[in-house]
């Protein structure tokens, strides 16, 4: 409990089946040179308790694979006095859509949180199945910390998209009745969000398998009434891929696009690379800060930069 500078922590570099993984890792290495990789194992909450096992401090850093670290971030400090067993979140911005807020970005935990959450496979509670965030407390703490490379690959791009599109239709890691009580009662920021993955990113290698996987995860949770956990399982999403990876990225998106809107009236919008570049020029992303609210009753805290 107190005040601690991110770059003093244990670091851990979490990846799967990334073919970048040395790349980046060694970009991680050459800002924090005791970072370590925990690789290769199955389910990321598995993986940060591995992180955790291993960690020499009582806070630790996780960074996701598909992640540049801004070397700012190494000297942000938080301050965890009242939030003793918070994780704080940090914002990524995504090189593909332009989005900047807590996914795919850097994650601080306590050591005590991660050894002892149950999530995934493990989970008692519904919103623990999607992520973690719903079940462990989470301080947003809305400072930039890293880049997330989502579509090196098309098969990862697909994957990235496909998961953001369900867990940005789900309220508190809940799924609704429908998708239009999902546009209702959902915060402006978030819907938003989810226009975005499913229409901005052609402009970017890649991108147009972002926007595919996003509507194809939309489609297949609103429709096709998938389970919403099926988004961890990464073994399905490789199976499936087979058949989805024979698709052309922008027919594919334009034909659920047309159903989607038919069906949701979303107003998904097939965009071309010069549009998603203008609709990233002016977006502006906000900045919210606070307690994710799970029912463990903290108060924020205050957070500072490093001098």
């Given at each position: 409990m107190?005040?601690?500078?991110?770059?003093d922590l244990s670091?851990?570099?979490?990846?799967?089946d990334?073919?970048?993984?040395?790349?980046?890792?060694?970009?991680l290495r050459?800002?924090a040179p005791?970072?370590?990789?925990?690789?290769?194992?199955t389910?990321?909450?598995?993986?940060?308790?591995e992180?955790?096992?291993r960690s020499?401090?009582d806070?630790f850093?996780?960074?996701d694979?598909?992640?540049l670290?801004?070397?700012e971030l190494l000297?942000?400090?938080v301050?965890d006095?009242?939030?003793?067993d918070?994780?704080?979140?940090?914002?990524?911005?995504n090189?593909v859509n332009?989005?900047?807020?807590g996914?795919?970005?850097?994650t601080?935990?306590?050591r005590n949180?991660?050894?002892?959450m149950?999530?995934h496979?493990?989970a008692?509670?519904?919103?623990?199945d999607?992520?973690f965030?719903?079940?462990?407390?989470?301080f947003?703490?809305?400072?930039?910390?890293s880049?997330?490379?989502i579509?090196?690959?098309?098969?990862h791009a697909?994957?990235?998209?496909y998961r953001?599109g369900?867990?940005?239709?789900?309220?508190d890691?809940v799924k609704?009745?429908?998708l239009?009580?999902v546009?209702?009662?959902?915060?402006?920021?978030?819907?938003?969000r989810l226009?975005?993955w499913?229409s901005?990113?052609a402009?970017?290698?890649?991108?147009?398998w972002?926007?595919?996987?996003?509507?194809?995860?939309?489609?297949?949770i609103w429709?096709?009434?998938?389970p919403?956990t099926?988004?961890?399982d990464?073994?399905?999403f490789?199976k499936?891929?087979e058949s989805?990876?024979?698709e052309?990225?922008?027919e594919?998106s334009?034909?659920?696009g047309?159903e989607?809107?038919?069906?949701?009236?979303?107003?998904?919008?097939d965009?071309?690379p010069?549009a998603?570049?203008?609709?990233?020029?002016?977006?502006?992303n906000s900045?919210w800060?606070?307690?994710?609210?799970?029912?463990?009753?903290q108060?924020?805290t205050s957070?500072s930069?490093?001098?």
């Open positions: 107190g005040s601690y500078r991110l770059g670091i851990f570099y979490v990846s799967f990334e073919p970048w993984r040395q790349e980046f890792f060694a970009d050459a800002k005791l970072a370590e990789n925990v690789h290769g194992v389910g990321h909450d598995n993986a940060i308790k992180c955790a096992r020499r401090t806070r850093l996780v960074v694979a598909d992640n670290v801004r070397p000297d942000f400090v301050d006095t009242n939030l003793t918070t994780s704080f979140s940090f914002s990524g911005h090189v332009g989005l900047e807020y996914n795919g970005g850097v601080c935990w306590t949180t991660a050894l002892t149950r999530t496979a493990a008692v509670d519904e919103r623990a999607v992520d965030c719903w079940a462990t407390p989470t947003v703490t809305g400072k930039l910390g880049d997330v490379h579509a090196r690959t098309p098969y697909f994957r990235a998209g953001e369900v867990k940005m239709t789900l309220l890691g609704l009745d429908s239009t009580e546009q209702q009662v959902a915060e402006e920021s978030n819907w938003n226009l975005i499913t901005v990113g402009d970017v290698e890649n991108g147009a972002a926007v595919f996987g996003a509507r194809q995860g939309l489609w297949d429709v096709e009434a998938f919403t099926l988004i961890n990464y073994g399905w490789t499936c891929w989805w990876s024979k052309s990225p922008v594919a334009t034909a659920l047309t989607l809107n038919r069906r949701f009236d979303l107003g998904l919008q965009l071309s010069s998603s570049r203008w609709v990233k020029r002016i977006y502006r900045r800060s606070g307690l994710i609210d799970v029912g463990y009753g108060a924020p957070l930069d490093a001098a």
